[in-house]
């Protein structure tokens, strides 16, 4: 592999790392911001199920993000991911939280915009639509969830001390689920960019198993949002845990537990051929942000509590930081793109006309 | 790792679940003796068998405050609850403040051995009575804390009724007691008694009001 394509690869592994800083947040920052898990814990199994989601299941939505703008050239996908990475670090900075799926996506449709390449409005109409949904039906499983642990918990009589205990186990459980449908469903934003011109071979492990050149591609990047997570997360998982409304350790579990499946619902091909299979509508398997879904779990639970203890200030920063995000990404994208195209000489796509 | 550690979890606590239930155990068991050695007393005086009782309280005492010291130590080295930490601290500090107060009581009547009017007997029994009874239901209230919150208020709000009784039967006391002809200084000590006495169902309202935040705390 040449230097120049690990320079390239850089970008990527850059903005895997500022997910893992940011998002490792959404599934672990209200357990580590209550101080029911140690960040150490919370670090490690994040790590390894993010790894694992991204490698496994992790081709799904990295597909619907590929249609969007198929990036032809390596030094134009060094843009797209840099810009993204760059957006959203300049957003940590500012203290806003961020989604990274909606980084890349202004990247990429700046990319597009520089290119002269249509983006697919089906694509587009497609993801844009789950920046909505996702949040709404995070939201809608939160309150039926919370409604439902609450009356739980209201029946059984359990113990103090030993509900700190399930809540615990519970909130490591869902984190690990957690960050395996972070990893499925968002690898495709860190490496999704690279797979039209990967850089990597196929790789067997004598006949036990391949690793294709996409599988490989998705195992970099994970590990980078791993390197992310462990270096860089602590300080956001403190800031979200405590961030909109105070959670109790149990409201913390549920909305661990429906931003998971939202990602995971988002993310599932089994889920999508199984629905296709009965004649049920299928829901569109679209890298969703982890941010946008927390929140919305977040706020349903406080809105089942009568809305009270909403910190209505940092919910308006939230939403016009997601109104921003997509903007400033693609016009640092394409800004950038300029620069590395003339005054760098790179070619940063490939005229398909 | 994580398994073994969720196991220890487990067991941890399960063995803290008991030290509470054993240190609610014990306060239950001195307010019931409180009220039997003060029987004795007006019945026989100060005699071995009101010492027997008041030792046997002196060693649930002593037992309470290890319980105590271990259950706030765990709560605190392995960060359980983060949540109601404090609340249980609290709760569990002013609870043994009640055990205190009862054997304090008891050494009171074992040292001073006041001499009291017989005319009086029945009133400071019905005084010691209700007291007990506050401390009963103070400490039902704390263990349905635990394990049924709404349960809860449905004890804290006898406690309030039981030293609601316990102030009126002190003040009709100490009305009676400085009627007579008794010398100042007889019914002054007379006085401290009911003073002592009527302490422990205060002691158990002010845990009851704390409860009752706590509970809120918990529900909302």
Not at chain 2, 58 to 86: K, V, W
């Given at each position: 592999?040449?230097?120049?394509?690990?320079?390239?690869?850089?970008?990527?592994?850059?903005?895997?790392?500022?997910?893992?800083?940011?998002?490792?947040?959404?599934?672990?920052?209200?357990?580590?911001?209550?101080?029911?898990?140690?960040?150490?814990?919370?670090?490690?199994?994040?790590?390894?199920?993010?790894?694992?989601?991204?490698?496994?299941?992790?081709?799904?939505?990295?597909?619907?993000?590929?249609?969007?703008?198929?990036?032809?050239?390596?030094?134009?996908?060094?843009?797209?991911?840099?810009?993204?990475?760059?957006?959203?670090?300049?957003m940590?900075?500012a203290g806003i939280a961020v989604?990274?799926?909606?980084?890349?996506?202004?990247?990429?449709?700046?990319?597009?915009?520089?290119?002269?390449?249509?983006?697919?409005?089906?694509?587009?109409?497609?993801?844009?639509?789950?920046?909505?949904?996702?949040?709404?039906?995070?939201?809608?499983?939160?309150?039926?969830?919370?409604?439902?642990?609450?009356?739980?918990?209201?029946?059984?009589?359990?113990?103090?001390?030993?509900?700190?205990?399930?809540?615990?186990?519970?909130?490591?459980?869902?984190?690990?689920?957690?960050?395996?449908?972070?990893?499925?469903?968002?690898?495709?934003?860190?490496?999704?960019?690279?797979?039209?011109?990967?850089?990597?071979?196929?790789?067997?492990?004598?006949?036990?198993?391949?690793?294709?050149?996409?599988?490989?591609?998705?195992?970099?990047?994970?590990?980078?949002?791993?390197?992310?997570?462990?270096?860089?997360?602590?300080?956001?998982?403190?800031?979200?845990?405590?961030?909109?409304?105070?959670?109790?350790?149990?409201?913390?579990?549920?909305?661990?537990?429906?931003?998971?499946?939202?990602?995971?619902?988002?993310?599932?091909?089994?889920?999508?051929?199984?629905?296709?299979?009965?004649?049920?509508?299928?829901?569109?398997?679209?890298?969703?942000?982890?941010?946008?879904?927390?929140?919305?779990?977040?706020?349903?639970?406080?809105?089942?509590?009568?809305?009270?203890?909403?910190?209505w200030r940092v919910v308006g920063s939230i939403v016009v930081g997601w109104c921003l995000t997509?903007v400033i990404?693609?016009?640092?994208?394409?800004?950038?793109?300029?620069?590395?195209?003339?005054?760098?000489?790179?070619?940063?796509?490939?005229?398909?006309? | 790792?994580?398994?073994?550690?969720?196991?220890?979890?487990?067991?941890?606590?399960?063995?803290?679940?008991?030290?509470?239930?054993?240190?609610?155990?014990?306060?239950?068991?001195?307010?019931?003796?409180?009220?039997?050695?003060?029987?004795?007393?007006?019945?026989?005086?100060?005699?071995?068998?009101?010492?027997?009782?008041?030792?046997?309280?002196?060693?649930?005492?002593?037992?309470?405050?290890?319980?105590?010291?271990?259950?706030?130590?765990?709560?605190?080295?392995?960060?359980?609850?983060?949540?109601?930490?404090?609340?249980?601290?609290?709760?569990?500090?002013?609870?043994?403040?009640?055990?205190?107060?009862?054997?304090?009581?008891?050494?009171?009547?074992?040292?001073?051995?006041?001499?009291?009017?017989?005319?009086?007997?029945?009133?400071?029994?019905?005084?010691?009575?209700?007291?007990?009874?506050?401390?009963?239901?103070?400490?039902?209230?704390?263990?349905?804390?635990?394990?049924?919150?709404?349960?809860?208020?449905?004890?804290?709000?006898?406690?309030?009724?039981?030293?609601?009784?316990?102030?009126?039967?002190?003040?009709?006391?100490?009305?009676?007691?400085?009627?007579?002809?008794?010398?100042?200084?007889?019914?002054?000590?007379?006085?401290?008694?009911?003073?002592?006495?009527?302490?422990?169902?205060?002691?158990?309202?002010?845990?009851?009001?704390?409860?009752?935040?706590?509970?809120?705390?918990?529900?909302?």
């Open positions: 592999m040449e230097v120049s394509t690990i320079l390239f690869l850089t970008s990527g592994l850059f903005l895997g790392w500022a997910l893992g800083a940011n998002d490792a947040a959404n599934v672990f920052g209200t357990a580590v911001g209550s101080r029911m898990i140690k960040f150490s814990t919370a670090a490690m199994v994040c790590s390894v199920f993010v790894v694992l989601g991204a490698v496994a299941s992790g081709t799904g939505a990295a597909h619907t993000l590929g249609k969007l703008g198929a990036i032809t050239a390596l030094p134009g996908a060094f843009m797209a991911a840099f810009s993204a990475g760059f957006s959203v670090y300049l940590t900075k989604s990274t799926t909606q980084a890349i996506v202004g990247s990429i449709i700046g990319w597009n915009l520089f290119s002269g390449t249509d983006t697919d409005p089906a694509a587009l109409t497609k993801i844009v639509s789950t920046w909505l949904i996702c949040p709404l039906l995070a939201g809608g499983i939160s309150i039926i969830l919370f409604k439902s642990v609450t009356i739980f918990l209201r029946r059984t009589n359990i113990h103090l001390l030993r509900t700190d205990a399930y809540t615990r186990i519970g909130l490591l459980a869902a984190g690990a689920f957690g960050a395996y449908s972070l990893g499925a469903n968002n690898i495709g934003n860190v490496v999704g960019v690279f797979i039209p011109s990967s850089p990597f071979t196929d790789f067997s492990f004598g006949d036990i198993f391949t690793l294709t050149s996409i599988e490989q591609l998705f195992l970099v990047g994970a590990l980078a949002i791993a390197v992310g997570v462990i270096t860089y997360s602590k300080r956001v998982m403190m800031t979200v845990g405590r961030g909109m409304i105070p959670l109790s350790p149990v409201g913390a579990w549920v909305a661990v537990v429906s931003h998971s499946i939202v990602l995971f619902l988002f993310a599932s091909r089994g889920l999508e051929s199984f629905l296709a299979s009965h004649g049920l509508p299928t829901i569109p398997l679209v890298p969703v942000s982890s941010s946008q879904a927390v929140v919305g779990a977040v706020l349903g639970i406080a809105l089942l509590r009568g809305g009270r203890n909403i910190r997509p990404a693609g016009i640092i994208c394409f800004i950038g793109l300029y620069f590395l195209q003339n005054v760098f000489n790179q070619q940063v796509f490939i005229p398909t006309f | 790792m994580e398994l073994t550690s969720s196991i220890r979890l487990f067991g941890r606590t399960k063995a803290l679940e008991g030290e509470i239930d054993e240190f609610l155990n014990r306060l239950s068991q001195s307010a019931l003796l409180f009220k039997h050695a003060l029987a004795i007393y007006f019945r026989s005086g100060a005699d071995e068998e009101f010492e027997e009782k008041l030792k046997h309280v002196n060693a649930l005492e002593s037992e309470a405050d290890h319980l105590r010291r271990s259950i706030e130590r765990q709560l605190y080295e392995h960060t359980l609850i983060p949540e109601s930490r404090g609340d249980v601290l609290g709760l569990v500090e002013n609870l043994d403040s009640i055990i205190n107060q009862l054997e304090g009581t008891l050494w009171n009547f074992s040292i001073e051995t006041p001499d009291i009017p017989e005319e009086f007997h029945a009133d400071y029994m019905a005084l010691a009575e209700m007291s007990v009874m506050a401390v009963e239901h103070v400490v039902m209230a704390s263990r349905s804390f635990f394990t049924n919150v709404e349960e809860a208020n449905n004890h804290t709000h006898k406690v309030m009724f039981y030293e609601k009784e316990t102030d009126k039967i002190s003040t009709k006391l100490k009305r009676a007691i400085f009627a007579t002809d008794l010398e100042l200084s007889h019914k002054a000590h007379l006085r401290n008694f009911v003073e002592h006495i009527d302490n422990a169902a205060d002691s158990a309202e002010d845990v009851a009001d704390r409860l009752a935040i706590y509970v809120i705390k918990r529900t909302v």
